[in-house]
């Protein structure tokens, strides 16, 4: 079934108008609510003068208006952009200009915030408040409306749009520069929403938590999974790793995905016997699960089916390992989802051998439409299928992730490592993600990365970053120890610092390693070996 994305929420209240669609703390919304809030939302952009594809950004934490809204504005024909509420000012600024917003929606709270910023956004022409409007109007005289003025808004039908055209924009940092804006059609999201759904058996009775930002791509897929089977999407604004486990419980979920930092502090905690009896499945992507952290939650969740998954926001969702394969291959991240072809290739796009590491190509209907505004970026990540038939004359695009991979004899994927985290040093190819095992399978440690920074001598050192419930030089030594046990020479950590804090988060949720990079970038340099 593909269609437009919000009618995703339609189709379920034609089929089960009274069944809860979203829950936020005491607040709920049956499938027809969430129908009848769409189409108001709809009405109040189309009223204030919303144009074909123009675009509506939301910078609202996780709660109903937000989801409204979001959905209001592919119902209008126009073009959704989730700002994630942990950006600043300024960097909320640059996606406002990047794809030329012309609706914001946010909270009078965080209006306040943005005031200043707002004055430079040329193209924003309406602020719509949730709550209260301030009295105070913006400098530049962009006009601000209450999203209640929604419930008056006459009824009208959005923009013709089909399944090719722009439904939403989502912002995802590199390696360099500023964050980058994938350009994703109604049919992605629907195709996306199809086939996890599929591979996840979601159903209507399920109960799904919504943890992570509605701006992250795996974030967002939480709702449109819910959304095609008619199940219910609880909200919930992280804040400590205990009031995941507490909402788990206390609102009976089945589904729960997270990035493997959070997993990691979940894994540490005592979870109540009884979860495991209604929560279904838990789901992992943004990285790599360490097997310490996978053991300890099957562990406690014996009952509870663990999907790991590979996915770029580029193409959604690209690979998963079915749970009844864990225990024979926990470090696989599965083979390609429904309706998608994975391929390996090397540089010249020939496919490996297997066992040989090349670069993950994602071929099928997920592929976005590319980065906005941004041709040189798109044609860098975006490009022909390889191994392309002679007779075709329109040429199909693909993703190149940047990822590098390998497949073994039975086709299973297995991640190497990201082509711009790669570690070079003394004329070998490190990856962190092998460094990182190391440390997580000594239980010694709560997060670690692995990050290569200038050295004079081997050009990149290797540099281990830790934090864990023992802080000092002696688990330093003992980590550093395990390293040389387990790994190869040129593998092994040049110097290994301890945090007395946990590692920074990227606005996703997963470690920063830019950050850490920029941090710890002159330490060789000064000559701290």
Known sequence: MFGLVHELVVFSAERAPESVALRDKDRQLSYQELADSIHQASALFLKLGLAR???????????????SALFGATAAGGVFVPVNPLLKPDQVSHILNDCNVRILVTSAERLELLRTTLAHCRDLRVVVVVGNVPVEPLDNGVEM??????????????????????????????????????????????AGAESVSRYLENRSDDRILSVLPLSFD??????????????????MNYLLPR???????RERITALAA????????????????????????????????????????RQLPKTRPYLMYGLTEAFRSTYLPPEEVDRRPDSMGKAIPNAEILVVREDGTSCAPGEPGELVHRGIHVALGYWNDQEK????????????????????????????????DGYLYFIGRRDEMIKTSGYRVSPTEVEEVAYATGLVAEVAAIGVAHPVLGQAVLLVSYGPE?????????????KIKLPAFMVPTKVVIRHEPLPRNPNGKIDRKQLAVEFADLFQQGMT
């Open 53 to 67: 594809s123009e675009r509506v950004a939301v910078y609202l934490e996780k709660r109903l208006e937000a989801v």
């Open 145 to 190: 409306i209450a999203w209640s003025e929604g419930l008056h808004a006459p009824r009208q039908p959005g923009y013709r749009v089909i399944d090719t055209d722009m439904a939403a924009i989502l912002y995802t940092s590199g390696s360099t520069g500023r964050p980058k804006g994938v350009v994703l059609s109604h049919r992605n999201l629907v």
């Open 218 to 235: 795996y974030g967002l897929s939480q709702l449109t999974t819910a959304f095609r089977v008619g199940a219910c999407a609880v909200l």
């Open 243 to 249: 009031d995941v486990v507490r909402t788990v419980e």
């Open 259 to 298: 990035v493997p930092p959070l997993w990691v502090q979940l894994a540490q905690l005592d979870w109540p016997a009884g979860i495991t009896e209604h929560l279904r499945y838990i789901t992992n992507s943004g990285g790599h699960m360490p097997k310490p952290t996978l053991d300890a939650l099957r």
């Open 378 to 409: 798109t044609a860098e990540r975006f490009k022909p299928v390889p191994g392309k038939l002679a007779g075709l004359p329109l040429t199909e695009m693909a993703v190149w992730s940047g990822d590098t991979v390998r497949m073994d004899e």
């Open 471 to 483: 802080n000092g030089e002696p688990l330093g030594e003992r980590l550093l120890n395990e390293c």
